[in-house]
C-alpha cells in the first residue's frame, strides 16, 4: 500500500491562502523543506519518495502484513506563519494528515483505504 503524509493548516481561514503561505515560506527559505521523512528512525518503508515542488508532502510504499513505523521531521515552526506582534506569538496550529491507498485495477485510480490526522504545534524551545 502507499501512504501520504502531509503537513497542512488546521485554521480554515488559512486553508484558504495555503498555497500562497507555502510560496511565502518556500520564497524565504529556499532549498529547505517542511517536511522530511526521517529515514533512520523509520522502519519497514519502501521506495520513500520526496517531491521537489511539494514542501510539505511525502510518500513511500510499505507492507500491511510487516512491522512499519515512519518518522517525519517539520522543519517549520507554527510562529512562522502568525503576524508578528508584541509580546509574544500564539503560533497556528498544522494536521499531519496521513493518507493510505491500495492499489487500484488496471487504468483505475487507486483505492482509499484510510485517512487519519493529528493537530501538532511546533515551537522552538527558547534560549
Not at 37 to 53: A, C, F, M
Not at 75 to 100: A, Y
Not at 115 to 122: D, F, G, N, T
Request: charged share 25%.
Amino acid at each position: 500500500v502507499q501512504s501520504v503524509v502531509r503537513v497542512v493548516f488546521h485554521d480554515r481561514r488559512l486553508q484558504y491562502s495555503e498555497q500562497q503561505q507555502l510560496e511565502g515560506w518556500r520564497w524565504s527559505r529556499p532549498g529547505d523543506r517542511i517536511l522530511d521523512i526521517d529515514i533512520p528512525l523509520s522502519v519497514g518503508i519502501l521506495e520513500p519518495q520526496i517531491h521537489p515542488t511539494l514542501l510539505n508532502t511525502v510518500e513511500f510504499l510499505w507492507d500491511p502484513s510487516r512491522r512499519t513505523s515512519v518518522f517525519v521531521q517539520v522543519h517549520c515552526i507554527s510562529t512562522e506563519f502568525t503576524l508578528r506582534k508584541n509580546g509574544g506569538e500564539k503560533g497556528v496550529p498544522f494536521r499531519i494528515q496521513i493518507d493510505t491507498f491500495g492499489a487500484g485495477g488496471k487504468g483505475d485510480p487507486p483505492e482509499h483505504l484510510h485517512s487519519a490526522s493529528c493537530l501538532v504545534k511546533v515551537f522552538k524551545v527558547s534560549g
